[in-house]
């Protein structure tokens, strides 16, 4: 049974950065692809980024050149390190590995 605990996230001023952090456990992580997720109130969930088996990664428009999804296979965790946030970020952020989702976290962003 696949499990999926995210942290970080919280609230912090635009400019600012923030790290997630989503550890998956009951599954050969290494073997997937893993992405992050978000939905913004009234808004549609969407895809933040994604990163490959193999390391490649996968960018929102909106967020290239500020977010950085990365993967440690020996932790069973993927990242996303959140630089230059502005308000339209602030959103609930998920991750998705298989057809599994976490728990969601909020981010505010906000002077």
């Known amino acids: 049974q696949v499990q999926i605990v995210q942290s970080g996230g919280g609230l912090v001023q635009p400019g600012g950065s923030l790290r997630l952090s989503c550890r998956v456990s009951?599954?050969?992580?290494?073997?997937?692809?893993v992405g992050w997720y978000r939905q913004a109130p009234g808004k549609q969930r969407e895809s933040v980024a994604t990163?490959?088996?193999?390391?490649?990664?996968v960018y929102a428009d909106s967020v290239k050149g500020r977010f950085t999804i990365s993967r440690d296979n020996a932790r069973e965790t993927v990242y996303l390190q959140m630089s230059s946030l502005k308000p339209e970020d602030t959103a609930v952020y998920y991750c998705?590995?298989?057809?599994?989702w976490g728990q969601g976290t909020q981010v505010t962003v906000s002077s």
């Open positions: 998705k590995f298989q057809n599994n």
């Open positions: 009951g599954s050969i992580f290494s073997i997937f692809d």
């Open positions: 990163i490959t088996i193999r390391g490649k990664t």
